[in-house]
């Protein structure tokens, strides 16, 4: 069965580190492209970091960039997002994504066209003093 499920969210002062986890299921990660993307209410959901199958490319929005860090870990199918000096604007509910497909994309035309096929159902980061 094709999952993807997020872990790690929660409360979290400006300038604070969190790590989001984001267990798979059901096919082979290192195949895929991945990605973490976030949404809060009334705005379009926004890809923050994009990984290409294989590890051969990265994207990270400029807004997140030097602070956030996708990893993937093939062998346990988990994909990270460690996030650091987290500013109130980083409060959102987090996504991470799964596909397959992209063929002719890079993967910053992949991350910022959100194309991607399979979704987890979210995980809420709340960055508040």
């Known amino acids: 069965q094709f999952q993807l499920v997020e872990s790690g969210g929660g409360l979290v002062q400006p300038g604070g580190s969190l790590r989001l986890s984001c267990a798979t299921s059901?096919?082979?990660?290192?195949?895929?492209?991945i990605g973490w993307f976030r949404q809060t209410p009334g705005k379009e959901r926004e890809g923050v970091a994009c990984?290409?199958?294989?590890?051969?490319?990265?994207y990270y929005s400029d807004s997140v960039k030097g602070r956030f860090l996708i990893l993937r870990d093939n062998a346990k199918n988990m994909i990270y997002l460690q996030m650091n000096s987290l500013k109130l604007e980083d409060t959102a509910t987090y996504y991470c994504?799964?596909?397959?497909?992209?063929?002719?994309?890079?993967?910053?035309?992949?991350?910022?066209?959100?194309?991607?096929?399979?979704w987890g159902q979210g995980t809420q980061v709340t960055v508040s003093s």
């Open positions: 990984l290409s199958a294989g590890d051969r490319d990265i």
């Open positions: 059901g096919f082979t990660l290192d195949y895929y492209n």
């Open positions: 994504a799964a596909d397959a497909g992209g063929l002719g994309h890079t993967i910053h035309t992949v991350c910022t066209d959100r194309l991607f096929g399979s």
